[in-house]
């Protein structure tokens, strides 16, 4: 099984900076995917960013050139850097990971982001 641990959300101001974090463990052999989903309000889960095992990321326009998502294999961990944060970023964030061993998708609990004045 695998669980997943994230960090790194709260409140914080328009055009502000917050940094996710999201670490993986338990009985796999090696990670494949890793990614950021999000839920606004009123809204159905949407993707955010997504990372490779090769490094090949993907983005939601509406984030492009504010977020960036990378990984640490070393300790089994993504990461998403939030720049230039809007009200609409607002929602609980929830960290994906797919392993290799079987494919199986595995979600975070969520990490609430709130963006206001």
Same mark, same amino acid.
């Given at each position: 099984q695998v669980q997943l641990v994230e960090s790194g959300g709260g409140l914080v101001q328009p055009g502000g900076s917050l940094r996710l974090s999201c670490a993986a463990? =338990?009985?796999?052999?090696?990670?494949?995917t890793m990614g950021w989903y999000r839920r606004?309000? =009123?809204k159905q889960r949407e993707l955010v960013a997504v990372i490779t095992s090769a490094g090949i990321t993907n983005y939601r326009d509406s984030v492009k050139g504010r977020f960036t998502i990378n990984r640490d294999n070393a300790k089994n961990t993504v990461l998403l850097q939030m720049n230039s944060l809007k009200p609409e970023d607002t929602a609980v964030y929830y960290c994906n990971v797919v392993v290799r061993d079987n494919n199986m998708n595995y979600w975070g609990k969520g990490t609430l982001v709130t963006v206001s004045s």
């Open positions: 463990s =338990g009985t796999f052999f090696s990670i494949d606004a309000p =009123g």
